[in-house]
């Protein structure tokens, strides 16, 4: 029974053991899910200093169970992000290298139109000069005011093209020229250069035409056109000076030049109300003009259309020509020049000349205009010489040419002189082998002029299918005219033209050899 008892007793005692392990395990698991959500809650002030109490209130449960004390992190309140800057209108900024295309609002032109952007035209140009078959862009919907600047190689790379699209003004303000300039805009030694676009050239033109015509030489053409009045016909006024800007330079500025390039390509854009000359290629091989326009008044002094020099392989198409002199002008040195589907007018037709100036020597050859349409031009296909000058015109031809109310269709003028008197010299450029065929239209003063030279007469001079009606409007009309001209009548021409001399001159006028081109 003893022995009962003591095993009963011993059995209570076990189970009272593993009763309070059961219940210490209880405790720990709650100490430790107590723990753990202290962690997640560690980030608000107020509750942990809660349950720093608690914590510290069940430390003796804790030495038991052997759970550690949790430490509280130092925790620094987070800082507030800077303010955001207020937003600016982003600045243009140079093209990143490798570039090919160089807008010129991107080197810091405004476009505005009053702002000078000279020196970012300037700036787009050394970047675009750098690369291979860049662009330079000037863009559409913008003005810039751009003085006298020169697009220049020899070092610049080869095939750049200037993409016009926007509209170039020239300042009208005297200062801006100092004593005078020969050209506006100048592209020199470069290789492939192409001008295009659907832009403007201005060369606000007007502040230098007003002074004529006291300072500007005159067409010797006028002076065959008598009006029916007997008066010597007046130039017409010109605007009054804009007297803050001072009066503009006597020497007057080519709105666009080439000088000295290679393979030239000028297309699309228009160039209006020039200085002087429009377009001039100086020393250029290899010239391409087409689907481009030139728009000046019929009176703006000296305002050629295209002016051709020293140039060779040029052609010249589809083009709209409007100026107050030729509008195209071909002078020495020029050979193998092609001009096709042009119209010309108002304006002095296309002109081979003036030759010989100033006892100079003169070489052109192997010239053809053909399938052109004239309208309201003082003369039609020309061609002009200095007295006194040496060298030779030969291989010309005009074809299919359409005239409408031409003061003089088709004119040789070997006694050219744009002064008020001329000294007269037996030396002149020899023609020879020019050739005119379907010339045909109308014309209000005279058909056709032929001056030529008694030192040198013009030979192998060729008429076919010439068929002129006169239309009388304010002028005297004439007959054909021709002084030592030699040649022959093809067809019979309208009206007739018996003035022609058949064949070869029976004098002997051989050429001297500094006359030989």
Not at 18 to 40: E, Y
Not at 42 to 68: D, E, F, Y
Not at 185 to 193: A, C, P, Q, R, Y
Not at 467 to 476: F, S
């Amino acid at each position: 029974m003893v022995n009962m008892r003591g095993f009963t007793f011993r059995s209570l005692a076990f189970m009272l053991f593993v009763v309070f392990l059961v219940w210490s395990a209880s405790f720990d698991t709650c100490i430790a899910r107590r723990g753990k959500h202290w962690r997640q809650s560690r980030s608000n002030p107020a509750s942990l200093a809660k349950k720093k109490g608690k914590i510290h209130g069940n430390s003796h449960h804790q030495h038991h169970t052997g759970v550690p004390k949790p430490k509280a992190p130092k925790h620094k309140a987070p800082a507030l992000p800077p303010p955001a800057p207020k937003e600016k209108a982003p600045k243009p900024s140079p093209p990143q290298k490798g570039s090919t295309t160089f807008n010129v609002l991107d080197f810091g032109a405004k476009g505005n139109g009053k702002s000078d952007d000279t020196k970012a035209f300037q700036a787009a140009w050394a970047a675009a000069c750098k690369v291979a078959a860049s662009t330079l862009i000037v863009p559409a919907e913008h003005a810039f005011l751009v003085g006298p600047i020169s697009f220049s190689g020899p070092y610049c790379q080869a095939n750049i093209v200037f993409q016009l699209d926007g509209t170039i003004i020239a300042p009208s303000n005297a200062n801006a020229w100092g004593r005078g300039l020969l050209q506006w805009l100048e592209f020199t030694k470069l290789v492939g250069i192409t001008i295009q676009g659907k832009g403007t050239i201005d060369g606000s033109g007007s502040v230098w035409w007003q002074d004529y015509p006291f300072e500007d030489p005159i067409d010797s053409e006028s002076e065959l056109i008598i009006p029916l009045n007997n008066t010597v016909q007046q130039h017409p006024p010109m605007p009054i000076r804009n007297e803050l800007n001072g009066k503009m330079p006597s020497i007057k500025p080519t709105a666009l030049r080439f000088y000295g390039s290679f393979n030239v390509t000028v297309t699309g854009i228009t160039i209006q109300n020039s200085p002087q000359c429009h377009l001039k290629f100086d020393n250029c091989v290899g010239v391409v003009v087409h689907d481009m326009r030139v728009s000046s008044p019929g009176d703006s002094p000296n305002t050629d259309g295209i002016h051709l020099q020293n140039s060779k392989d040029v052609l010249i198409h589809s083009t709209y020509l409007a100026c107050g002199d030729d509008c195209v002008s071909i002078q020495t040195g020029c050979s193998n020049v092609y001009i096709h589907n042009v119209n010309c007018g108002p304006g002095h037709g296309i002109s081979i000349g003036g030759l010989g100036k100033d006892n100079t020597k003169a070489c052109v050859s192997n010239i053809t205009v053909r399938d052109v349409v004239m309208h309201g031009t003082m003369t039609g296909v020309r061609v002009k010489t200095w007295q006194g000058g040496s060298g030779s015109v030969q291989g010309v031809l005009f074809s299919n040419i359409q005239v409408s109310e031409v003061q003089l269709p088709i004119v040789i003028d070997q006694f050219y002189c744009d002064k008020r008197k001329c000294k007269n010299q037996t030396t002149a450029v020899a023609l020879s082998g020019i050739t005119y065929e379907n010339i045909r239209g109308t014309y209000t003063v005279k058909p056709v002029h032929f001056a030529c030279s008694d030192a040198l007469p013009c030979m192998d001079v060729s008429l076919t299918t010439i068929e002129l009606k006169p239309l009388q409007k304010q002028y005297h009309l004439y007959d054909p005219f021709c002084w030592q001209t030699f040649g022959e009548l093809k067809t019979p021409t309208m009206p007739p033209i018996s003035c022609l001399q058949i064949g070869k001159p029976s004098g002997n006028h051989p050429q001297r050899d500094y006359d030989a081109c």
